[in-house]
């Protein structure tokens, strides 16, 4: 009877014990069977390519993990506006978020919004995949920020019930921005009246003239529908602005090697999915607005681009001249 009390134990002990061990058969790493959760949160429509490039790593991730680390996605600003996932975010109460809003925590990730740096998505793209895109999301590992990825957020473009087309037309124009320090000086520097809001409130306020413009990319202006309440787009491409994709520190660091890698690589080929998806998808979203009633302005942007020129200057504090400096020579290569 011992014996067969001490047999049972014996294999109690080795099935416990199969649970914490990682095998490695032919070459490839299996992990645990222990399921992960991530949870991640975006403030776009289930419409919007932003959700669709989320779905994507939802997809990666569960496949390459064989269904050990499985995605919970929030769309819509379900989880509270971006800032407000970000703070989540921060405290690991949301394990991810993709937002333009992290400037509230570190001035420096905003340096690839300033006025007309870019003239192509593929100048952008080089920039934030190398060094310099490492050493911008750097800082924010202070706030339990850790940087993956940059999705697309576009370049952006002014919509009205005005034509704009030159910095005069801006005067006095009541526009919504993102909570951006960058956005705002952008805007006040042209001569608007930039106010921040959220972006899940901009359709009634533009409906209810709370506001009189904004500004976003073209994949934002068209799954938001807000041709059913602004007259005319104005491609002022004012800005480019990426989209950084984030996770808590706190969440990374209680991952595995093995699984950070999978959530890296998979938020990196989710990134240039939703890239690929923006460009091709463009030029259909802008026909499609016009089809709807939605008037195109094509303004000459020079007088835009000096004007700007101040907004430089003025935020070289904030970034230092060396990184303004560092992405202006390699877009100029």
């Known amino acids: 009877m011992k014996t067969l009390r001490h047999l049972v134990t014996s294999l109690v002990i080795l099935l416990g014990a199969s649970v914490m061990i990682v095998f490695i058969s032919g070459g490839q790493v299996v992990e645990p069977a222990d399921e992960t959760i991530i949870r991640f949160g975006h403030g776009s429509e289930e419409s919007n390519e932003r959700h669709l490039a989320v779905l994507h790593f939802k997809e990666l991730v569960e496949n390459k993990s064989n269904g050990n680390i499985q995605v919970q996605v929030y769309p819509n600003e379900q989880l509270g506006s971006e800032a407000e996932m970000i703070e989540s975010v921060t405290l690991n109460d949301l394990q991810m978020v993709a937002s333009s809003a992290f400037s509230q925590y570190d001035q420096r990730i905003s340096v690839f919004e300033l006025p007309y740096l870019f003239s192509s998505y593929e100048e952008a793209w080089n920039v934030l ?19 993956l990825s940059y999705f697309e957020n576009g370049f952006r473009h002014v919509t009205s019930n005005q034509p704009i087309e030159s910095p005069n037309d801006l005067n006095g124009l009541k526009i ?29 306020a533009l409906q209810q003239g709370t506001v009189d413009a ?102 070289k504090n904030e970034f230092g001249d060396e990184m303004v400096e560092e992405i202006l020579q390699q877009v100029k290569e």
Request: glycine content about 4%; hydrophobic content about 35%.
């Open 129 to 147: 995949d190398g060094k310099i895109g490492e050493k911008a999301a750097e800082p924010l590992l202070e706030n339990n920020l850790r940087i």
């Open 176 to 204: 919504r921005t993102p909570e951006s320090p960058l956005s705002l000086g952008t805007f006040k520097t042209l001569g608007a009246n930039p106010t921040p809001m959220a972006f899940g409130e901009l359709y009634t």
């Open 214 to 315: 904004q500004e976003n990319p073209v994949a934002n202006i068209h799954s938001s529908k807000f041709q059913e309440v602004q007259k005319y787009l104005n491609f002022t491409g004012h800005q480019y602005m990426p989209l950084p994709v984030a996770v808590s520190e706190d969440f990374w660091q209680s991952l595995s090697p093995y699984s950070q890698n999978i959530v890296k690589d998979s938020a990196q080929e989710a990134a240039q999915y939703h890239r690929d998806l923006i460009v091709k998808n463009e030029d259909k979203m802008v026909k499609e607005l016009q089809e709807d009633g939605m008037k195109v302005i094509e303004p000459d942007t020079e007088q835009f681009e000096k004007d700007t020129e101040m907004v430089y200057e003025h935020f």
